[in-house]
């Protein structure tokens, strides 16, 4: 028994090396792109008969009142603070009647289109002498309603509206603009 005692001894005694931590890292990154989406893209606004009714001197006349104070809600999103937004007023047009109006009577409605989201506001006159969107204005960062409202609706001639349907639009658009994330 003494042999393996002494035998065991000196191996217990062989220094055996310290064993030290080590690390290694794992970087996990990610990037979110600017963007802006509507989730409600579009609305209508059904305005019936826009001309006054009546006998008097402005019966068959555009009615403001029609027209003036319309509006409805698209609802979006942009997730980039140097978000924009702008607004392009097209105007209502007599769909059925083609070529110019004889004197005295119009085709066309004209109408300021405004746009708010975000405690901002964009707007577009369809009278615009260069058409196409008004200015861009910030939103950055939101969620939520965008209103669309028409205002100070007129028509070139203050004359008899021609019968037929009228179709317009309101295009409004949000534009992401890079402010450092995305890819």
Request: net charge negative; proline share 5%.
């Amino acid at each position: 028994m003494r042999i393996s005692f002494l035998l065991a001894v000196p191996a217990a005694l062989v220094a055996t090396p310290v064993l030290a931590q080590s690390n290694g890292t794992v970087t996990v990154n990610g990037s979110v792109a600017d963007r802006c989406l509507f989730t409600i893209p579009s609305a209508v606004i059904a305005l019936g008969e826009i001309s006054q009714s009546g006998t008097g001197a402005s019966a068959g006349k555009l009615d403001t009142t029609r027209v003036d104070n319309q509006f409805r809600d698209l609802v979006g999103w942009c997730n980039g603070t140097a978000a924009t937004m702008t607004v392009e007023a097209q105007p209502l047009l007599n769909l059925d009647y083609s070529g110019a109006p004889i004197a005295g009577f119009d085709t066309r409605v004209d109408y300021l289109a405004t746009a708010a989201a975000n405690s901002t506001s964009a707007t577009d006159s369809s009278l615009a002498a260069n058409p196409g969107p008004g200015s861009p204005v910030n939103v950055g960062l939101f969620t939520g309603n965008i209103r669309v409202t028409l205002s100070q609706s007129s028509t070139p001639g203050s004359g008899l509206l021609v019968a037929g349907n009228y179709g317009g639009q309101v295009i409004v658009t949000l534009t992401p603009n890079f402010s450092g994330g995305g890819d």
